[in-house]
């Protein structure tokens, strides 16, 4: 019995190994960057005829999390266009091969700096190494290698989005304990304010006025 756990642990560890291989060969670029007003970034990725592409973008914090993106071909066609997206994705085919142009932009915004999360996968993912290098059908270790693979990828993507909404609610939180902050400090000056004020009027009430009489 100790003999089978003890194969089992070193199976799913080698499939942890090629799993972490596999995701540093892939076309993929997954990063978060600042946005400033009235500011706009792009980024360049070359693609070859008949790939299948995916962007994918969502705003983390900032403003009302829109932004505006668009998606170029090297001949400059506009193959996708969001106005003040909050998130989406877009997958298409390249036509030709050349540099693909995303663009982000803020220059709407005259004061709100953003936070953007961008996801850019180029091509398919490519196979396991020895998995399907052979005539024959695959092995039971095989099938189980790309099932645990499958299942590795799922989680990262859930993952990923768990941690852009933990990110978000975060920072929603955080604005709005500022706001609730200066508020209460702003609500308490004008409490003490009244206060001071209403003690000072009942106290000219209740003041003897002195008369004096000239002879």
């Known amino acids: 019995m100790g003999s089978i756990l003890y194969l089992n642990q070193i199976f799913y560890l080698c499939c942890f190994f090629q799993f972490t291989e596999v995701m540093h060969s892939v076309g993929a670029v997954e990063l978060t960057f600042e946005l400033p007003d009235n500011a706009k970034q792009c980024f360049h990725e070359e693609i070859t005829k008949d790939t299948l592409s995916t962007v994918e973008f969502q705003v983390v ?27 989406d994705s877009f997958t298409w085919t390249a036509a030709q091969t050349g540099v693909y142009t995303v663009c982000f932009s803020n220059e709407f915004s005259t004061f709100s700096h953003k936070l953007v999360y961008m996801d850019f996968q180029v091509g398919d993912e490519k196979p396991l190494p020895g998995v399907g290098e052979h005539l024959s059908a695959m092995t039971k270790m095989e099938s189980s290698s790309i099932q645990v693979h499958e299942n590795l990828n799922t989680i990262i993507d859930y993952q990923t989005h768990h941690r852009l909404r933990e990110a978000q609610g975060r920072k929603f939180a955080e604005d709005l304990n500022a706001k609730v902050f200066y508020w209460s400090i702003g609500e308490a000056l004008a409490i003490l304010c009244i206060g001071i004020g209403q003690v000072i009027i009942l106290k000219n009430l209740f003041t003897d006025k002195k008369t004096v009489s000239f002879t």
Do not use: A, N, W
């Open 61 to 87: 914090t900032g403003g009302q999390y829109d932004v505006d993106m668009s998606l170029e071909s090297p001949t400059r066609q506009i193959l996708y266009k969001g106005i003040k997206k909050q998130f």
